[in-house]
């Protein structure tokens, strides 16, 4: 990195009738005779199409996992849970739970 003389700001490399010098952009400073060193940054990104996948009710029941804790509607001792940020970043997050026998929905913060 090259910087003014005068302001000292960044000098940026510019080409200009074929040649390649620094300039300021804040104070129109030119730098002349000085070898120009350029770099230029490039990335090829690839759009991956990623499929989500939807789970439906009765199959939430396989996909998350189960825990031992009493459904309040029915007393069966499992259901099945996950846990969501629902509130600030210094807070807990809240659990969800669906009983696995009478499919009651539920949560704890």
């Known amino acids: 990195m090259k910087f003014c003389e005068k302001c000292g700001n960044l000098l940026i490399a510019e080409k200009k009738g ?6 300021c952009r804040k104070c129109g400073y030119v730098s002349h005779g000085k070898k120009v060193v350029t770099t230029s940054i490039s990335e090829k990104v690839e759009e991956i199409e990623e ?47 669906c009983c696995t026998k009478c499919g009651h929905k539920w949560r704890e913060y």
């Open 18 to 23: 074929g040649k390649l010098r620094y300039v």
């Open 51 to 97: 499929k989500i996948p939807v789970i439906s009710e009765k199959d939430m029941l396989k996909e998350f996992p189960k825990t031992k804790i009493i459904c309040p509607e029915c007393e069966n001792n499992e259901a099945c849970w996950f846990m969501q940020q629902t509130r600030s970043g210094d807070e807990p997050p809240t659990r969800f739970y």
